[in-house]
Structures are given as C-alpha cells and as structure tokens.
C-alpha cells in the first residue's frame, strides 16, 4: 500500500498542521433578543440558555462576551403587543427601545459589530414580514417601510443591517435610502437564502413574532420565504442581492442548506454567512439534556461544518458558549 491516508493523523501534532478548516469565536457571532424592561432576563423554553434580556443584562452578557473574544452581535426586539401594528410603525418610532439600546451599547463598546434585523415580523400585528394589503404581503409597499427602518437602525449605531424579510428589492432599496441619508458606511448583510423552515420555531416564541391566524392574512411565509427544495433559486437571490449592494450573502437555516452555502461560496466573492437558527440549535440541546449527545463535541462539530462547507461568518446561539469552550 503506497498511500495511507492514516499517517496524517496519527498524532494531534500532524493532525494540527493538516487541519483544512480554522474556526474561531472571531468567526461567530452571537444574537441577543432585547426587550424593553432594562433589567429583565426571561428564559426562552424552546431555546434553553438563551434569555430575553433588558439593556443592563445585555450590556453585561456582551462584556461577558468580549472576556471569550465575541465581537459580533444580532439585535431582535421582543416588542410587547400593544406596540404592533398593521404597518410596525413603532420600528421607527423614536421611543423604539431596541433603537435606544443600540445606542447604549455602541457608546459602551464603540469596537463591537452590531447588526440589525430589519424586517417586519417583530412589530406586525400580522406577524408578517412585510405588510398585509388586501390579504397579501405587498412587497413594494413594504420596502418603503423597511428603508425607514433602516435608515433609523442605522442612526441608532448599528454597523450591519440585516434584512431578514426576503421582499425582491429590498437591498437595494435599502443601500439607496441609505446612502441617500450619508450613510454610506453602513453595511448591509442581505438573508439572501432564507427558507420557509420549520426550523424557526423558538425564536419566534421568543418574539412571540408567528403569523396570525386571521380570516384574510396568510399563515405561513411561503410567498416570500424560499421553498427548500430549491437550490439553484439561490444562486439568482445571490447575484441580485450581489448587484443590489449586499456586503454579505447569507443563507438560513444552516445545517439543512450545507449545499447552499457551498453553492454561493463558490458563485461569489462576497463574504458568505450562515444562520445557524433556533430550531437547529434546540434540538441538538434537547438530546444533550436527554444525555443523548454531548453538547460541546456536538455543537463544535455543527459549527465546523456549517464553516467547512464555505460560511466565513456563522450566526449562532452557540457562539458564546463556544467562544468560552476555547477560551479556556
Ligand atoms: C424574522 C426572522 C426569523 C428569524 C430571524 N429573523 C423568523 C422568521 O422568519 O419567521 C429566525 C431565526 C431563528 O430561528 O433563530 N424576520
């Protein structure tokens, strides 16, 4: 036998110096679900360890976070229901606490990456990511109201912002609006690929952000989030969302869509992210807890993976927990 794949691992030493895929807490980043009472921390069920938190428990997790080497966060506002409406008109309200604490934590940490959703969801009294007309989500419409969202997440300090709402268009109307305020500095991480997934389920009992069962509003997100069984359909949202501005591509959920991500990787030069959601994270949780797996090899081998297949910048509720396994 002349080849013996064998001898490149048979020490941690050569298997260190053939190791094709480097994954560290700089590649991560953490979501954070905010809500408007400064001091809370409430547990999410679907989603054990990670809690809804007012802005003095963020600020203490995200200078937790930094001690681990996590520099990157995601906001997504937990908005009490008497603030939805049919048009989320409280996005852009100056009240907005999620717009307060993005301010509180760029004055804080100045040197940390805040990204923004920006979507409907959260604030529609619908729980739609874009607005309801006559029965329909109507994308032009909704773009307007995404641009002013975010124009003021922008304002507020956030870095990135993260249209997570899948209308056609909206990167670039976003980019525009923007730049049309001077922002020209403020990214844009485009959810390029999101999938119609089953997979989002504890984040929106976080948010409590599901579709509403009503008479004349859809109950799913089918018409605008993508049907998985497609592939080849995100390599067009990528080269839209490519043309239209986009600094980054993402795709969501992650493990599921391991092909997607590649498929981008190798289409674009534009840096490729992968949501590692809720759902995906619940369950490897849920079989831990179950003694059926171990959290840590688990949640490591998932997170290499997502990176194997070609994601530079992984999104994840295991971010902070992994920043601190190999902080140690
Ligand atoms: C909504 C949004 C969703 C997620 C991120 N942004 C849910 C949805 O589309 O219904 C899901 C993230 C996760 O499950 O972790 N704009």
Not at 8 to 15: E, L, Q, Y
Not at 72 to 79: D, L
Not at 304 to 324: C, E, M, N, P, T
């Amino acid at each position: 036998m002349l080849s013996r794949p064998r001898r490149n691992r048979s020490s941690a030493a050569v298997r260190n110096l053939v190791r094709e895929t480097e994954l560290t807490a700089g590649h991560l980043v953490q979501p954070i679900f905010l809500m408007p009472d400064a001091g809370a921390r409430l547990p999410i069920p679907s989603l054990p360890g990670t809690y809804r938190l007012g802005i003095d428990e963020v600020l203490r997790e995200i200078e937790d976070c930094r001690k681990v080497g996590l520099a990157s966060f995601m906001m997504f506002p937990a908005v009490p229901e008497e603030h939805k409406d049919k048009t989320g008109t409280y996005a852009t309200s100056e009240e907005n606490f999620y717009l307060h604490a993005a301010r509180a934590i760029k004055d804080r940490f100045p040197d940390v990456c805040l990204i923004s959703d920006a979507a409907l969801d959260p604030y529609s009294s619908d729980g739609h990511d874009g607005v309801v007309i006559d029965g329909k989500i109507h994308n032009d419409e909704s773009l307007k109201l995404l641009d002013a969202m975010a124009v003021a997440q922008a304002r507020a300090g956030f870095d990135v912002i993260g249209p997570s709402d899948m209308m056609d268009g909206r990167v670039g109307s976003i980019r525009r609006a923007l730049d049309s305020e001077g922002l020209t500095d403020t990214g844009i991480m485009a959810y390029t690929a999101k999938y119609a997934s089953a997979f989002y389920g504890p984040f929106r009992d976080a948010l409590d952000s599901a579709p509403r069962q009503l008479a004349d509003v859809p109950s799913d997100k089918k018409t605008y989030q993508m049907d998985p069984a497609n592939a080849r359909e995100a390599l067009r949202e990528g080269a839209l969302d490519a043309a239209e501005g986009a600094d980054f591509l993402m795709v969501k959920p992650a493990l599921n869509y391991l092909d997607i991500i590649w498929r981008l990787h190798d289409a674009h030069s534009l840096p490729i992210a992968a949501y590692h959601v809720s759902g995906e994270c619940a369950m490897l949780l849920a079989a831990a807890d179950k003694g059926w797996l171990d959290y840590e090899q688990a949640a490591t081998e998932a997170l290499l993976s997502i990176r194997r297949a070609g994601a530079d910048v992984i999104i994840s509720y295991f971010a902070k927990d992994f920043a601190r396994w190999n902080a140690k």
